[in-house]
């Protein structure tokens, strides 16, 4: 109401002020759909516009002074003979509709040919799950699609992608640049079906639409907005600045009643930006789902009865497909799991290029001579309803009979015994988490462990795709001395790889051989270099997590040998919030042992 | 020990950095069906031909190797469309004419204006007509999927 109030007062002040032909555009400078459509920010009591490129602005003051660039934007748009409006239609649309401008952008010839080509009809936001077996992705990827009216599918709609033009970095020089903002980040257009097939086809990532209910009045900014950033740029920070940071300010400039920005100061992780879309009543009207080629692939392999198994592995194995004993009917799925197991083998690089398209033509015309089958619609578990990023823990246990009460925070993301809906099974990844510990008898404080990061990933290998499993992880850590029963804190480094097998889909067996060190004055001779093999069983069913492990220690220094048991089970209360027992029993080579338990929740926010 | 530490750190970050959000700065041109890449010499004279035998379809654009617009567009006529849209997804193509049906049959489908389940039914039948060897060119596709559409 108090804007509808706000409105009518410029809108009456506007009136008035035309007839005295002095204008006071304060009113229109300082609203959120110029600050928003400008991508201005608050600094102070002075604004700073995003976008990098001085063109973006057409006043000379103008990424500083919203004011200015308002006034020199209406002088050159009122002026006919002027095409600068061309290159800004958000801004045109909005000064006219408030009676700022007149005119029309039908001689924008090339802002004509862009909208004659993508036909426009409706915005989608897309995010991309994870890699599979790659729990570094974890955090997602999005992306907007401009809907096509054009006949056919959605396929020839287009997607725009905000990324670091990176030109030829990659590595450790991409990840610092990218962190620390030393590349521009551009926005780049391309036909959804290249979407589709990068994601889908070679990445193996499933798609997530989530089709956005605005007005046609709202689609139509949102896609003159895309416009006018076609080549803006704009300082890429792969934390905060990011894809997923730059679709929010979108969104916002189209709708400025939305607050969707804030809080994202430091991080944007894509799901959480994903969440927070979903978050708005009504914003979202549709979801849909688009499988990765490896989804369907798993799914396809499930859905095979024995009989039609045996044939699909003899089929890829002797490349011969008339598998006898099978009727017409039942031949279709292990033919087409067929095709789709090499064009994930090509893609992979497992298979030759001739050989690949030798056995997919025969895989196909065998295929073409059976009858359609309809088709199998799967469904994902969707990623907006995975838990939510940040985590507090609480727990109480006891170390060797003493007593103690801790606190763990975590930015971000999930560990492996964390409820996985919507994330990927046997996955963890764990980011700047802390755990302090207070000890009751003696009142002491402790850091007791920092992890910079960890991460672990386990797959299990099945009949058909035999995939390593990792672990890995980087941080501070409380020890004690099996001699001297002193403690204190180490810096710890390990990384391993190792098989996993299913035993069933809730129950899987593992074995991860690491190599670890330790570093620390604490230490006598302040470091060791360890072999650190670990065996496990990790269960996953329905709303508990088990896991139990063993690892035996194998150091350069007699301090570093042992063996460690660990047990951990987890119970969701609900989606964010789990109570969680735990219980280490600790065996050095030489001096006493150590036992710890500890009960407690972990709550996710 | 310190500078180990801190190439752990940055690999550790690297992947995560270059997995989150690895970037494609060509603008996304010619992503798909790489399998299929390669092999495009033919384009030039089959565009002249689709002109000449069907004069229907304007196909005035000059072609690069790829069917993608530089700007990253879907851009210019039926011709022009089906020829960019077969190269970048034959695989999926070939899957779906084997099954009669499918996303890429109904995309064409909506590029020529025709019914997509009568288009399946006829890509099926002629499967063995249009993959009539193991190699080959997207141009003769496109070529033999106008055919059996009869546009």
């Not at chain 1, 061309?86 to 909005?94: D, G």
């Not at chain 1, 198994?309 to 598998?323: D, L, N, R």
């Not at chain 1, 920092?450 to 990933?457: E, G």
């Not at chain 2, 035998?53 to 190797?65: F, Q, R």
Request: net charge negative; with cysteine; proline share 3%.
């Amino acid at each position: 109401m108090k804007r509808l109030f706000f409105l009518t007062f410029i809108f009456l002040f506007n009136s008035l002020s035309l007839q005295a032909k002095v204008i006071d555009y304060s009113a229109y400078a300082i609203s959120p759909e110029w600050i928003k459509l400008l991508h201005y920010q608050k600094d102070g009591d002075d604004y700073v516009g995003l976008v990098d490129n001085d063109d973006f602005y057409v006043s000379e003051d103008g990424r500083y002074n919203p004011k200015a660039e308002l006034e020199a934007e209406i002088s050159f748009f009122s002026d006919a003979e002027n095409d600068l409006k061309c290159s800004f239609p958000a801004r045109f649309e909005w000064l006219k509709a408030q009676n700022l401008v007149t005119g029309n952008l039908d001689n924008c010839s090339e802002y004509q040919n862009v909208m004659k080509d993508i036909q426009p009809n409706g915005v989608t936001l897309l995010f991309t799950d994870s890699y599979m077996r790659n729990p570094a992705s974890l955090f997602g990827h999005t992306l907007i699609r401009i809907d096509t009216a054009r006949k056919g599918t959605q396929m020839l709609a287009h997607g725009v992608n905000f990324g670091a033009d990176s030109g030829a970095d990659d590595g450790v020089v991409f990840a610092f640049k990218g962190l620390f903002g030393g590349y521009m980040g551009v926005y780049s257009v391309s036909p959804y079906w290249d979407v589709i097939n990068a994601y889908n086809n070679i990445e193996n990532r499933d798609i997530w639409e989530y089709h956005l209910n605005l007005t046609d009045e709202e689609q139509k900014k949102f896609v003159n907005h895309l416009y006018e950033l076609r080549n803006a740029q704009i300082q890429y920070f792969f934390l905060n600045k990011n894809c997923s940071y730059m679709i929010l300010e979108i969104l916002e400039a189209v709708k400025p009643e939305l607050e969707l920005t804030e809080g994202f100061d430091w991080w944007a992780i894509p799901l959480d930006t994903l969440k927070r879309v979903k978050d708005v009543p009504c914003l979202i009207d549709d979801i849909n789902y688009r499988p990765a080629r490896y989804t369907k692939l798993q799914a396809q392999i499930d859905e095979m009865s024995d009989a039609q198994f045996s044939a699909f592995k003899q089929g890829i194995k002797e490349h011969q497909y008339e598998m006898e004993g099978l009727t017409e009917e039942e031949k279709v799925l292990p033919l087409e799991t067929m095709y789709q197991y090499y064009q994930y083998e090509y893609t992979a690089g497992e298979m030759e290029l001739k050989e690949y398209r030798k056995n997919s033509f025969a895989v196909l015309r065998r295929r073409s001579k059976l009858a359609s089958l309809p088709e199998q619609k799967l469904k994902g578990e969707e990623p907006s309803n995975a838990h939510d990023s940040r985590q507090i823990a609480f727990s109480g246990g006891e170390n060797r009979h003493l007593s103690y009460m801790e606190i763990a925070l975590r930015p971000a993301y999930t560990a492996l015994t964390d409820n996985n809906f919507g994330l990927i099974k046997g996955a963890g990844l764990k980011v700047l988490e802390s755990k302090w510990r207070y000890y009751m008898q003696r009142h002491r404080l402790v850091l007791q462990q920092f992890t910079i990061l960890d991460i672990v990933a386990l797959t299990p290998t099945d009949s058909v795709f035999s995939p390593w499993s990792y672990s890995s992880g980087l941080e501070l850590k409380r020890t004690y001395n099996s001699r001297t029963l002193d403690e204190g804190t180490v810096a710890d480094a390990h990384f391993g790889m190792g098989k996993t097998l299913g035993l069933a889909d809730w129950l899987w067996l593992y074995g991860i051989l690491s190599v670890g060190g330790e570093y620390g004055g604490f230490l006598p001779r302040n470091q060791f270099v360890a072999l650190e093999p670990e065996i496990g069983i990790f269960s996953n069913f329905e709303r508990w997590r088990w896991q139990v492990s063993a690892q035996k220690n194998i150091a350069t220094q007699d301090f570093g040998n042992r063996l460690l048991y660990k047990a951990e089970a987890v119970f969701d209360i609900s989606k964010n919030l789990a109570v969680v027992g735990k219980y280490e029993n600790e065996r050095p080579e030489h001096g006493y042992n150590r036992q710890e338990f500890s009960f407690g929740f972990r709550y996710n926010f | 020990m310190k500078k180990i530490l801190g190439a752990v750190v940055l690999t550790a970050v690297m992947n995560l950095a270059t997995s989150a959000h690895a970037v494609d700065s060509t603008g996304g041109c010619g992503l798909g069906s790489m399998a299929w890449r390669g092999q495009s010499g033919i384009i030039p004279q089959v565009l002249a031909m689709t002109t000449n035998e069907m004069a229907s379809h304007t196909i005035g654009v000059t072609i690069g190797t790829s069917g993608c617009d530089p700007n990253g567009r879907i851009t210019g006529g039926t011709g022009r469309m089906m020829l960019a849209f077969l190269e970048d997804n034959m695989e999926q193509f070939a899957m779906d004419a084997a099954a009669g049906k499918g996303e890429t049959i109904e995309t064409l489908a909506g590029m020529m204006n025709v019914d997509s389940e009568t288009l399946g039914k006829d890509l099926q039948n002629n499967f063995a007509y249009i993959f009539d060897n193991d190699n080959v060119e997207v141009a003769d596709v496109t070529l033999k999927v106008m055919e059996i559409a009869h546009v």
